[in-house]
């Protein structure tokens, strides 16, 4: 039970957050309808790699975090105002929906596994989640920053992340309407779950 919760909770978590339209899942799916299944899933395996260093790295940051409570305190402060200034943009200022660009301009058709690997390493938006969302888990005691649990955690990330990319290369036109969907609602969607944040941020504030 010690190692499957953290597979299983970074797995679900890793699934939230990849399974919007992003430059990897949908340059993936590019891929696949231009040169081929292997090909695509060649760029993913790349491209899960960095996932799991970044991941890795923002597990022992968290955990460098939680050992000194004054820093906690401090970004849960600054917490606040940044999921308040999201939920502000996302509510009143992003009012338009987004439109699904499937026209990702491939460059050259060298090793897709290293073209993963360089794209996913561009995207370091991965590492400041994993930091908050093990911390998270942390303090709702879901999750322990002890060795067996760290890795856990991370290859349930890696996993939840390449089945992502894997449905979008397998499946890319059965899910687009979906996709187009949640493209025109996104705005509220990540206002709703900021605004979320913010509240039980500013709980946790005052219960300290």
Not at 39 to 58: H, K, M, R
Not at 88 to 97: L, N, R
Not at 140 to 145: A, E, H, N, P, V
Request: net charge positive; aromatic share 16%; with cysteine.
């Amino acid at each position: 039970m010690t190692f499957l919760l953290p597979l299983v909770l970074g797995f679900c978590i890793a699934i939230l957050a990849v399974i919007l339209p992003g430059l990897l899942n949908m340059t993936a799916a590019k891929i696949s309808l231009q040169e081929g299944r292997n090909e695509a899933l060649s760029f993913a395996s790349g491209a899960s790699v960095i996932v799991f260093f970044q991941t890795l790295i923002a597990v022992f940051f968290s955990r460098f975090i939680s050992n000194h409570h004054e820093i906690v305190t401090t970004l849960q402060e600054i917490g606040v105002f940044v999921f308040t200034g999201l939920s502000i943009y996302f509510f009143w200022i992003a009012k338009g929906p987004k439109k699904l660009n499937p026209e990702i301009k491939i460059k050259g058709k060298s090793n897709r596994f290293f073209y993963g690997m360089f794209l996913s390493m561009l995207n370091f938006l991965p590492i400041p989640f994993y930091v908050f969302a093990s911390m998270s888990l942390a303090s709702s005691s879901y999750f322990k920053f002890e060795k067996i649990q760290i890795y856990s955690f991370v290859s349930g990330v890696v996993a939840g992340s390449f089945t992502v990319f894997y449905l979008y290369i397998v499946s890319f036109k059965a899910i687009q309407n979906k996709t187009d969907f949640l493209l025109r609602n996104i705005n509220t969607i990540i206002g709703s779950v900021t605004t979320f944040m913010a509240v039980i941020t500013i709980i946790k504030l005052f219960c300290n």
